[in-house]
C-alpha cells in the first residue's frame, strides 16, 4: 500500500491543473490528463480534426471532436481512487499503515494522527506547510512539493536545468547537467521567474479581454445602428408606399373621372338622339291620330280640305328617310378607340393614361415625300423630304420650323438633352445643337448609302444616349457614343436587315424593322420575331415601353395597327384596314406621339 500512495503522490496528478486526476484521457501519445482540462484545451484550439498535446505537440483524432470520446486511463483512474478513498501515512515505518489525516508540503508525505503531533514537535519541521488530506483530495489546497530523484531519492530535486527543461537534484545538475554544459537554476528561482511570466501573460489576457470586451460592445453599437437604420428604411418605405398609394389612388379617381366625362358625353350624344327619335313617333303619332279621324263620320266641306291636308302631310312625312343608325354607331365607334394604356409616362408614378386612336388624314407634312421622321423631345414631329432639310410638326400636322434646307437626311434621331442627330446619304452621322447648329463631332462611320458598299439603314438613340446606326447590306448595327469616334462596339442582327431600329426607353433591347419586327439584346441576339405573311410590318417604341405595329397591305392600300408588349406579345388592335394613299416607293414609317385627347 506505500508503494501505491509513493506512486500517487508522484504521478497522478494532471499536468494541466496539478490535481490528482478526474477522469484521466489519455492521448495517443501517452499522455494523459483530466477530462475537463482536455475539454478546456479544445477550446483554444477550435475547429481542429486533432488534439495537441500540450506536453510534446503531437497530435491525436479527436472523435466527432467530443474530448468525451477519448480513451479513458483506467489505471490511473483506480489508483486516483485508491489514493482518494485510503490515503495511508507514508512515515509509519510498520507494515499496517494508519489513514493519513494530513499532508505535508514540505516533506511531499502523507502522515497520520500521530506522526502529524511529532511532525510538529521536531523543531527543523516547525516551519513546513502542513495541509489536511481532506483539502488535498477536494483539489482546494494544491500540492507544493519537491519531487524526489530517481537516481537520488533521498535527494529532492530542487534545481530546473533550462536546457532540459526539467527538475533536477543538486547531485544530478552538478555532476550531469552542468558537465554537459547545461544551465542550471535554483528550483526556486526559476519557479519565481516563472509565476512572474504567469502574471504577466495574465496582466496581457486581462488587458486582451477588456479590449474584445470593448470589441463585443462595438459590434453591438453596430448592430443597434444596423438595426435603428433597417428600421428606419423600412419606415422610409412604408411611408413611400402609403405616399405612392394615395398618388395611385389620385390618378385612378382622375382616371374614372375622365371615363365618366367620356360616359356623358357619348351618352348626352345618343340621348338627343334618342329624344330626336322619341319626338319623331310623337308627330307622327298625332299626324295619324288626326287623320284617322276622319273616319268617323262623313267629311264636309271644310273638314274634307282639312284632313286631306293632313294626309298629305303624314305622307311627307312617312316618305323621309329611315332613321340613319351611322350616327349612334359612329359615337359608339369613338368610344371604342378610347383605350387605357398602363405606364404611359417614363419615370412618373401613375396607373397609365386615356388616349383615343384615330387617323387624320391630309395635313401637310403628308404631302412632301417623306422619307424619314422622329419624335422631338418638345413632342414636334422631325420630317425629311427629298432635297428639302427637315421640317418640323406639330402632332396635327401644323408645320412650325423648317432647318437644314437642301440637306438630304436618311435618319432624324434627338438625345436626351435635345440635341439632334442627322444621318445623310453618305452614311455621314452628324449632331446639332437644339438650336441646329452643327457640332464638330466626326463619327467614323463605314459604308455608304449605296447599296453594294453598306446600304445605310436605321438610326436610334436608346436611354442612355448611345448612338445605333443601322446598314442593310451588312445586316449590323454600330454602336457610337456623342463624344463620337470609332464605334465603340457592333452587332450582327441574325439575319435581318435593320430597315428601321427603334430603343426601347426603360431596357437596353432594341425592335429592328425588317420583313418582319424583331426584338434584339444589347448584344444582337434575337428574343422574339413577329411576322405576318404577305403583309409588311412597321413598328415604333413607345414611351411605355409597347411596341406599336403598322400592317400594310401595299397593293391594297390598307393599314391596321396593334399594340404589343415588349415581348411582341399581341394586346390590342387599335385600327383595322383603313385605307391610305399609296406610296410610289413602298416605304411607311410609323411614330408615337402624345398629346391631349381630342
Given amino acids: 500500500m506505500a508503494a501505491v500512495h509513493q506512486i500517487s503522490s508522484q504521478n497522478l496528478e494532471c499536468p494541466i491543473c496539478l490535481t490528482l486526476f478526474e477522469q484521466p484521457k489519455s492521448l495517443t501519445c501517452s499522455h494523459t490528463f483530466c477530462k475537463d482540462c482536455l475539454q478546456r484545451v479544445s477550446q483554444t484550439q477550435p475547429d481542429q480534426p486533432t488534439m495537441i498535446c500540450p506536453i510534446c505537440r503531437k497530435g491525436t483524432p479527436l472523435p ?54 511529532s511532525h510538529c514537535t521536531w523543531k ?72 512572474e511570466s504567469i502574471k504577466e501573460l495574465k496582466h496581457k489576457v486581462i488587458s486582451k479581454r477588456m479590449s474584445i470586451d470593448n470589441h463585443i460592445k462595438f459590434i453591438e453599437t453596430q448592430r443597434n445602428e444596423i438595426t435603428n437604420i433597417m428600421t428606419r428604411l423600412n419606415n422610409e418605405i412604408d411611408k413611400t408606399y402609403e405616399e405612392y398609394m394615395q398618388l395611385l389612388s389620385d390618378n385612378r379617381e382622375a382616371l374614372k373621372s375622365q371615363v365618366k366625362q367620356w360616359c356623358e358625353k357619348f351618352e348626352k350624344e ?65 368610344a371604342q378607340k378610347i383605350s387605357f394604356r398602363r405606364y404611359v409616362k417614363v419615370n412618373e408614378l401613375c396607373l397609365g393614361g386615356l388616349e383615343s386612336w384615330d387617323i387624320k388624314t391630309d395635313v401637310g407634312f403628308l404631302k412632301i415625300g417623306r422619307v424619314c421622321m422622329n419624335c422631338a423631345p418638345d413632342n414636334k414631329m422631325a420630317v425629311r423630304g427629298w432635297n428639302s432639310g427637315i421640317s418640323l410638326f406639330s402632332p396635327y400636322g401644323e408645320l412650325q420650323q423648317s432647318v437644314l434646307s437642301g440637306y438630304c437626311a436618311v435618319n432624324i434621331g434627338f438625345l436626351s438633352d435635345g440635341r439632334s442627330v442627322v444621318r445623310d446619304t453618305q452614311s455621314k452621322v452628324s449632331l446639332y445643337t437644339q438650336q441646329w447648329k452643327k457640332l464638330d463631332v466626326t463619327f467614323e462611320t463605314t459604308g455608304s448609302y449605296q447599296y453594294q458598299s453598306g446600304y445605310a439603314a436605321g438610326l436610334t438613340v436608346d436611354r442612355d444616349d448611345n448612338i445605333y446606326v443601322g446598314y442593310m447590306q451588312p445586316q449590323k448595327i454600330e454602336v457610337f457614343t456623342p463624344q463620337g469616334g470609332k464605334a465603340v462596339r457592333s452587332m450582327m442582327c441574325g439575319g435581318y436587315a435593320p430597315q428601321q431600329i427603334f430603343a426601347f426607353h426603360n431596357t437596353g433591347n432594341l425592335i429592328l424593322c425588317d420583313s418582319a419586327v424583331v426584338c434584339l439584346d444589347g448584344k444582337g441576339n434575337k428574343e422574339n420575331v413577329l411576322k405576318k405573311e404577305g403583309v409588311y410590318p412597321y413598328s415604333a417604341v413607345c414611351r411605355d415601353d409597347s411596341v406599336i405595329v403598322a400592317w400594310v397591305k401595299h397593293k391594297e392600300g390598307l393599314v391596321s395597327i396593334d399594340r404589343y408588349t ?33
Fill in 566 to 598: 415588349s415581348e411582341l406579345k399581341h394586346v390590342q388592335s387599335l385600327i383595322s384596314d383603313f385605307q391610305i394613299q399609296k406610296t410610289e416607293n413602298r416605304r411607311y414609317y410609323l411614330q408615337e406621339f402624345e398629346s391631349d385627347l381630342p
Fill in 124 to 195: 527543523p519541521f516547525s516551519t513546513h506547510d502542513v495541509v489536511a488530506v481532506s483539502e488535498v483530495l477536494s483539489g482546494k489546497v494544491p500540492l507544493k512539493r519537491r519531487r524526489k530523484c530517481k537516481k537520488h531519492p533521498s535527494e529532492d530535486e530542487e534545481c530546473f536545468c533550462t536546457d532540459c527543461q526539467e527538475y533536477v537534484c543538486l547531485r544530478c545538475g552538478m555532476l550531469t547537467h552542468l558537465q554537459a554544459g547545461h544551465q542550471i537554476k535554483e528550483a526556486a528561482v526559476h519557479e519565481e521567474k516563472l509565476m
Fill in 270 to 334: 345618343l340621348k338627343v338622339m334618342e329624344e330626336e327619335s322619341h319626338q319623331t313617333i310623337s308627330h307622327m303619332n298625332a299626324m295619324e291620330e288626326m287623320v284617322t279621324d276622319g273616319m268617323k263620320v262623313p267629311l264636309e266641306k271644310e273638314s274634307l280640305f282639312a284632313h286631306d291636308t293632313l294626309r298629305k302631310d303624314l305622307k311627307s312625312f312617312l316618305a323621309r328617310d329611315e332613321p340613319n343608325d351611322q350616327s349612334p354607331k359612329g359615337v359608339a365607334e369613338r
Fill in 64 to 117: 466527432c471532436g467530443d474530448v468525451e470520446k477519448l480513451q479513458t486511463n483506467a489505471s490511473f483512474n483506480s489508483l486516483v481512487d485508491e489514493v482518494k478513498t485510503n490515503p495511508t501515512c507514508m512515515v509509519c515505518e510498520v507494515d499496517d499503515k494508519s489513514p493519513a489525516v494530513s499532508y505535508c508540503q514540505d516533506c511531499g508525505k502523507y502522515m497520520c494522527k500521530s506522526c502529524e503531533k
